[in-house]
Nanobody, 125 residues
Framework: QVQLVESGGGLVQAGGSLRLSCAAS????????MGWFRQAPGKERDFVAA???????TYYADSVKGQFTISRDNALKVYLQMNSLKPEDTAVYYC???????????????????WGQGSQVTVSS
């Protein structure tokens, strides 16, 4: 069993930056695909970014390309660096782990079986 805990969320002004961290406990996730998703009030949970088990490939939603960066310290943490934040980035951000070395499509929510509790990010205008 893997437990994921996000941290680093908060309130920031538009144009500011935040870095989210996701730490695993119970078992290392060095062999899993890791992803970040977000859910705004009244909306579905959407893909943000993903990274393969060895960090060799990264994937981003079109809406955050060039703005967010995903990275990982294998067996330690996964990060989401968020720059030039906009009010529309306001959401609860969730860390997720695939439970497998690879998934067919890292952007699909059904490829992930472990989820964190979420971290609120609020961007004020």
């Amino acid at each position: 069993q893997v437990q994921l805990v996000e941290s680093g969320g908060g309130l920031v002004q538009a144009g500011g930056s935040l870095r989210l961290s996701c730490a695993a406990s119970g078992r290392t996730f060095s062999s899993y695909v890791m992803g970040w998703f977000r859910q705004a009030p009244g909306k579905e949970r959407d893909f943000v970014a993903a990274i393969t088990y060895n960090g060799g490939s990264t994937y981003y939603a079109d809406s955050v390309k060039g703005q967010f960066t995903i990275s990982r310290d294998n067996a330690l943490k996964v990060y989401l660096q968020m720059n030039s934040l906009k009010p529309e980035d306001t959401a609860v951000y969730y860390c997720a782990a695939s439970g497998t070395v690879a998934v067919r499509d890292p952007k699909r929510i059904d490829g992930y079986i472990y989820w964190g509790q979420g971290s609120q990010v609020t961007v004020s205008s």
